[in-house]
């Protein structure tokens, strides 16, 4: 998810209804999703409820990076974990 609200996925550019059938696809391979935001500490891009509602619909497991190149992850308790 970037600052202007465009959703990446895989590094390109995707529409809402499109990454509605990719992540309903990864839903029935048992997937995870891999999210990450710019600008973590601002609010957020109006889309942004929209894909994590849309990860929720799906009922998939959801990580969440301050990192773009995911090198991290954000635990339960809000801790930032590196990824080795």
């Known amino acids: 998810m970037l600052a202007d609200g465009s959703v990446l996925l895989d590094d390109r550019p995707i529409t809402l209804a499109r990454l509605d059938r990719r992540l309903g696809d990864l839903a029935k391979s048992n997937g995870v999703v891999w999210y990450y935001r710019e600008s973590?500490?601002?609010?957020?891009?109006?889309?942004?409820?929209d894909v994590i509602n849309l990860i929720i619909k799906y009922r998939l497991p959801?990580?969440?990076?301050?990192?773009?190149?995911f090198g991290d992850s954000i635990d339960d308790q809000g801790y930032v974990r590196t990824r080795r």
């Open 40 to 49: 973590p500490h601002s609010q957020p891009p109006a889309v942004a409820i």
């Open 62 to 69: 959801l990580t969440m990076s301050t990192r773009p190149d």
